[in-house]
């Protein structure tokens, strides 16, 4: 019985995105910010692989639990619905509308006309400073109070006395009906109070009216296939309950983990989807840098208690939908990447460097539970699974293939390892020539000699490279042959450079720099002529170790026979 288990910690971004200057956003990174307060701890996520992670300043961990990613946001927006909507596989291409400086007449005519009732204020204002300004003129006139705020939020206030929740719950499924294409905002939201002039007090009436997601989500495949879909929190209300099975609110971090733990104990065939919003509601936007550090200390600690219990079945996976720098200027959210931590027996504690959208979890947790659902992701599955003696074989293969490299000049000897659908293995080693541009590497000499031999379709490729042992490793004698070519055995690694900070491109990034030799552009662009994108490389290092990357992901674009038709 599979389970998955998907806790979003509302708000932890760990940096920020390239384009953090279109949100007015610069220097944000919220997990970074509370790793300065003295009540920050990490002990357990951080032994999970936490501080692996591209582009954090956190300890690292030589054996972590955990495979962990840095995710960028595809989407163009940093608010709540948008990023979770993106983890569940939609990647939203426009941010949902705000209006700073109130609501366009056509909007609000249209909703008078269908009320009946007239309009109060249409400013961004605070809840309860709009009911003091405005409470007495709505009593005095039967005018609906209309405001909004920072967020993508339509928001109407109205005396219980004079409309009861019912009547103003219809008013909101009214303007839900009108807020639509590019009016389309997050949430309307029902704002009853009650009281008199002077002392007007919100009551617990409140209802959010959210917007539908724009097309199927992880959340509606797994439903359609009867699987469960357990949404702890403000889940439900993201997905405007579509494809939820099962749903239990909270009313803070400590509930919605005590909901976690019991959720342990139900048998189902699907998805635990929880938000842990303290994060975000009590510290990010209050900009509480010691709350928020308590807060993930709290979770941290809490961890290990969870995954103790998991069974051998069970995956998790810890993420968090943008950031909500508790440093950063004002108290919006902050256009930050995010962490991704997957654990679970069936899970191979790699680090899959940074990948482009939050969309890859919903592909991948769609792929695990059987789902054909990919969404706008990519699956990461195939990467984490734990090492097949396929590929263990591969890998020994590329290393004994590197023994044989003819590397005289550049002295980094190079194997690779090339296996057919058939199972056969086809190796190759770097072959370098005194004309420096004759020189082959080794993925095309195994690739070369695989197709020589009629071999033509491929199902995964091993690359190994590494320095020789003699730094100066051969000589030319006197008839001008190469003598002493050297032997082949690797030096001990060298220290590497340090991880350069993010936004540099990716190949910069530690993920590939960390003693692996990644195929050459123009091997890339030849394996491509014979393999799917989808097929696997494994990055040997010196160890044995290996990183697992495909093709689709180290050349997004390849030249195909398709262009050569324009
Ligand atoms: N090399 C490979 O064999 N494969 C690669 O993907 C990268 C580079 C070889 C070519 C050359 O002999 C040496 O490594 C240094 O560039």
Same mark, same amino acid.
């Given at each position: 019985?599979?389970?998955?288990?998907?806790?979003?910690?509302?708000?932890? *971004?760990?940096?920020?995105?390239?384009?953090?200057?279109?949100?007015?956003?610069?220097?944000?990174n919220t997990l970074k910010r509370i790793s300065s307060s003295p009540f920050f701890c990490f002990e357990n996520t951080g032994k999970m692989g936490m501080g692996n992670i591209d582009g954090l300043d956190l300890p690292k961990e030589?054996?972590?639990?955990?495979?962990?990613?840095?995710?960028?946001?595809?989407?163009?927006?940093?608010?709540?619905?948008?990023?979770?909507?993106?983890?569940?596989?939609?990647?939203?291409?426009?941010?949902?509308?705000?209006?700073?400086?109130?609501?366009?007449?056509?909007?609000?005519?249209?909703?008078?006309?269908?009320?009946?009732?007239?309009?109060?204020?249409?400013?961004?204002?605070?809840?309860?400073?709009?009911?003091?300004?405005?409470?007495?003129?709505?009593?005095?006139?039967?005018?609906?109070?209309?405001?909004?705020?920072?967020?993508?939020?339509?928001?109407?206030?109205?005396?219980?006395?004079?409309?009861?929740?019912?009547?103003?719950?219809?008013?909101?499924?009214?303007? #839900?009906?009108?807020?639509? &294409?590019?009016?389309?905002?997050?949430?309307?939201?029902?704002?009853?109070?009650?009281?008199?002039?002077?002392?007007?007090?919100?009551?617990?009436?409140?209802?959010?009216? @959210?917007?539908?997601?724009? #097309?199927?989500?992880?959340?509606?495949?797994?439903?359609?296939?009867?699987?469960?879909?357990?949404?702890?929190?403000?889940?439900?209300?993201?997905?405007?309950?579509?494809?939820?099975?099962?749903?239990?609110?909270?009313? @803070?971090?400590?509930?919605?983990?005590?909901?976690?733990?019991?959720?342990?104990?139900?048998?189902?065939?699907?998805?635990?989807?929880?938000?842990?919003?303290?994060?975000?509601?009590?510290?990010?936007?209050?900009?509480?840098?010691?709350?928020?550090? #308590?807060?993930f200390a709290e979770f941290d600690r809490w961890l290990p208690t969870f995954t103790e219990r998991m069974r051998d079945e069970d995956l998790l996976i810890v993420t968090a939908d943008h950031g909500c720098d508790p440093g950063h200027?004002?108290?919006?959210?902050?256009?930050?990447?995010?962490?991704?931590?997957?654990?679970?027996?069936?899970?191979?504690?790699?680090?899959? &460097?940074?990948? @482009?959208?939050?969309c890859d979890i919903a592909a991948t947790v769609g792929e695990y539970l059987g789902l054909s659902f990919r969404g706008d992701g990519k699956s990461f599955l195939p990467l984490i699974a734990l090492p097949t003696q396929t590929e263990?074989?591969?890998?020994?293969?590329?290393?004994?293939?590197?023994?044989?490299?003819?590397?005289?000049?550049?002295?980094?000897?190079?194997?690779?390892?090339?296996?057919?659908?058939?199972?056969?293995?086809?190796? &190759?080693?770097?072959?370098?020539?005194?004309?420096?541009? @004759?020189?082959?590497?080794?993925?095309?000499?195994?690739?070369?000699?695989?197709?020589?031999?009629?071999?033509?379709?491929?199902?995964?490729?091993?690359?190994?490279?590494?320095?020789?042992?003699?730094?100066?490793?051969?000589?030319?004698?006197?008839?001008?042959?190469?003598?002493?070519? *050297?032997?082949?055995?690797?030096?001990?690694?060298?220290?590497?450079?340090?991880?350069?900070?993010?936004?540099?491109?990716?190949?910069?990034?530690?993920?590939?720099?960390?003693?692996?030799?990644?195929?050459?552009?123009?091997?890339?662009?030849?394996?491509?002529?014979?393999?799917?994108?989808?097929?696997?490389?494994?990055?040997? #290092?010196?160890? &044995?170790?290996?990183?697992?990357?495909?093709?689709?992901?180290?050349?997004?674009?390849?030249?195909?026979?398709?262009?050569?038709?324009?």
């Open positions: 019985m599979k389970r998955v288990f998907l806790i979003v910690l509302d708000s932890l *971004g760990i940096g920020e995105l390239p384009d953090a200057p279109l949100f007015n956003d610069h220097d944000c030589d054996h972590p639990t955990a495979a962990v990613c840095r995710l960028l946001e595809r989407s163009m927006g940093k608010d709540t619905t948008i990023g979770h909507w993106e983890i569940a596989g939609i990647v939203s291409p426009a941010p949902m509308p705000t209006y700073p400086k109130g609501f366009p007449r056509e909007i609000l005519e249209e909703f008078t006309r269908q009320t009946g009732r007239g309009i109060l204020c249409n400013l961004p204002y605070s809840g309860t400073d709009v009911i003091r300004d405005y409470g007495e003129e709505h009593l005095n006139t039967g005018k609906l109070i209309v405001y909004t705020s920072a967020d993508s939020v339509f928001q109407i206030a109205a005396h219980e006395d004079m409309i009861p929740p019912e009547e103003l719950y219809e008013y909101c499924r009214i303007a #839900r009906g009108i807020l639509k &294409g590019k009016h389309a905002v997050g949430r309307v939201i029902a704002r009853p109070f009650t009281g008199t002039p002077g002392n007007f007090t919100r009551t617990a009436n409140r209802k959010d009216f @959210s917007l539908p997601p724009p #097309r199927p989500t992880l959340l509606d495949a797994l439903y359609e296939k009867g699987k469960t879909v357990y949404a702890i929190g403000k889940i439900g209300d993201i997905f405007a309950f579509r494809g939820v099975t099962e749903r239990a609110l909270t009313h @803070s971090n400590a509930e919605g983990m005590r909901l976690l733990s019991k959720a342990l104990d139900k048998d189902f065939e699907g998805l635990c989807f929880a938000n842990l919003v303290d994060f975000d509601m009590l510290y990010g936007h209050r900009r509480d840098v010691d709350g928020y550090a #308590r807060a200027d004002g108290s919006d959210h902050t256009r930050e990447s995010v962490p991704l931590l997957v654990y679970g027996q069936s899970v191979n504690p790699l680090n899959l &460097g940074t990948r @482009s959208g939050f263990k074989s591969l890998c020994a293969a590329a290393i004994e293939a590197q023994t044989k490299a003819y590397s005289p000049y550049s002295e980094f000897s190079v194997g690779a390892a090339l296996l057919t659908e058939s199972g056969k293995i086809y190796t &190759g080693c770097n072959i370098e020539n005194a004309a420096y541009p @004759s020189t082959i590497c080794a993925e095309r000499t195994a690739l070369f000699k695989a197709v020589s031999e009629g071999e033509r379709t491929f199902s995964m490729l091993a690359v190994y490279g590494a320095k020789r042992e003699h730094p100066r490793g051969f000589d030319f004698a006197d008839d001008g042959k190469i003598e002493n070519p *050297g032997t082949l055995t690797p030096i001990p690694e060298e220290p590497t450079e340090e991880t350069p900070h993010f936004p540099d491109h990716l190949h910069t990034d530690a993920w590939f720099s960390d003693g692996v030799c990644p195929p050459c552009g123009v091997c890339r662009q030849a394996l491509s002529e014979f393999c799917d994108p989808s097929m696997p490389i494994l990055l040997v #290092r010196r160890d &044995g170790t290996f990183r697992k990357t495909s093709l689709g992901d180290l050349l997004p674009h390849s030249f195909t026979n398709k262009n050569l038709k324009n």
